[in-house]
């Protein structure tokens, strides 16, 4: 079983960057299409970004297209994700998320990953 420990969360003011990091354990990553998701309290966990398995194909909502960026070192098993001219409403808990899965198929529903990390912080100020 795949474990997942999101880093890299923090403040940050309205126009900045952070990126966020994705460490996975117990399993290497050469066989796991990822995503990157966030959840504001009182509201459901929304899709931010995805990446295939054995592809450099990415993927991300309206939202955030152009300003996120998902990556994954497969050597290092890890996943990252670059986000650039932070709103204050991109500020929410954001977590990584996994499947198995092969070749370039990607996800975007909560209920399509079957592995979580615990979160990571980010807030905008304006």
């Known amino acids: 079983q795949i474990q997942l420990v999101e880093s890299g969360g923090g403040l940050v003011q309205a126009g900045g960057s952070l990126r966020l990091s994705c460490a996975a354990s117990g399993r290497t990553l050469t066989s796991y299409a990822m995503g990157w998701f966030r959840q504001v309290p009182g509201k459901e966990r929304e899709w931010v970004a995805a990446?295939?398995?054995?592809?450099?194909?990415?993927y991300y909502p309206d939202s955030v297209k152009g300003r996120f960026t998902i990556s994954r070192d497969n050597a290092k098993n890890m996943v990252y994700l670059q986000m650039n001219s932070l709103k204050p409403q991109d500020t929410a808990v954001y977590y990584c998320a996994a499947r198995i899965a092969t070749g370039s198929s990607w996800y975007k529903w909560v209920y399509d990953y079957d592995y979580w990390g615990q979160g990571t912080q980010v807030t905008v100020s304006s």
């Open positions: 990446i295939p398995s054995n592809d450099d194909s990415t």
